[in-house]
């Protein structure tokens, strides 16, 4: 997803992903170049917040860039997640495995 393209936000996705970054509402509205009153009003919305769409834009693209990912309704309601931080421990493979790293 692109922050780039025209997605909407759910006051509970802003929520959710400034709790996931421990971020005030001062530091999204810092990075998003937006202010405290215009994330706040966001915020308190139920469903996708009315703001205009760049300000969604620069709210999406700051969360994006501090490493979240605001997942769509996809059957399952709107979410978010932190992105993975570099590839994935697939740990030891059983024909690696030894009596000195077996613990």
Same mark, same amino acid.
């Given at each position: +997803?692109?922050?780039?393209?025209?997605?909407?936000?759910?006051? @509970?996705?802003? !929520?959710?992903?400034?709790?996931?970054?421990?971020?005030?509402?001062?530091?999204? @509205?810092?990075?998003?170049?937006?202010?405290? @009153?215009?994330?706040?009003?966001?915020?308190?919305?139920? /469903?996708?917040?009315?703001?205009?769409?760049?300000?969604?834009? @620069? +709210?999406?693209?700051?969360?994006?860039?501090?490493?979240?990912?605001?997942? &769509?309704?996809?059957? /399952?309601? &709107?979410?978010?997640?932190?992105? !993975?931080? /570099? &590839? &994935?421990?697939? /740990?030891?493979?059983?024909?690696?495995?030894?009596?000195?790293?077996d613990g």
């Amino acid at each position: +997803m692109q922050s780039n393209d025209f997605k909407t936000i759910t006051g @509970a996705q802003l !929520r959710a992903a400034r709790a996931l970054l421990r971020w005030s509402a001062e530091d999204l @509205a810092e990075s998003s170049s937006l202010g405290v @009153a215009t994330i706040r009003r966001g915020e308190a919305q139920d /469903g996708p917040i009315s703001a205009t769409p760049a300000n969604i834009r @620069a +709210m999406r693209t700051a969360l994006e860039k501090a490493g979240v990912q605001l997942i &769509p309704e996809n059957g /399952g309601g &709107p979410g978010v997640r932190l992105k !993975r931080q /570099g &590839p &994935p421990d697939e /740990g030891i493979r059983p024909s690696e495995l030894t009596s000195e790293n077996d613990g």
